[in-house]
Nanobody
Framework: QVQLVESGGGLVQAGGSLRLSCTAS?????????MGWFRQAPGKEREFVAA????????RYADSVLGRFTVSRDNAKNTAYLQMNSLKPEDTAVYYC?????????????????WGQGTQVTVSS
């Protein structure tokens, strides 16, 4: 089992920045775990934001965040990060991290086995 805890969410003005963290515990990072970030706005489906492979050499981004968000990880700390810059009101959502025993960085919600509880990000205009 793997437990994930997100942190770093909050309220920020448009154009501002936030950095989300996702710390894993339990049977963690023993094998090749990919890490993903997803978000869900009220009334909408959960959508892919970014993902990073075990090694960190493969990263993937949704078109809507490309160039503004950066995903990274520190395997020694069992932690993944999502640096969010130039935030827009449409980025407002609950952000979730997820992990799966997979060497690459899948994009689909259904590809992931373990999920955090989510952290709220609100961007005011």
């Amino acid at each position: 089992q793997v437990q994930l805890v997100e942190s770093g969410g909050g309220l920020v003005q448009a154009g501002g920045s936030l950095r989300l963290s996702c710390t894993a515990s339990g049977r963690t990072f023993t094998f090749t775990y990919a890490m993903g970030w997803f978000r869900q706005a009220p009334g909408k489906e959960r959508e892919f934001v970014a993902a990073i492979s075990w090694s960190g050499t493969i990263t993937r981004y949704a078109d809507s965040v490309l160039g503004r968000f950066t995903v990274s990880r520190d395997n020694a700390k069992n932690t993944a990060y999502l640096q969010m810059n130039s935030l827009k009101p449409e980025d407002t959502a609950v952000y979730y991290c997820a992990t799966v025993l997979d060497p690459v960085a899948p994009r689909r919600v259904g590809d992931y086995d373990y999920w955090g509880q989510g952290t709220q990000v609100t961007v005011s205009s």
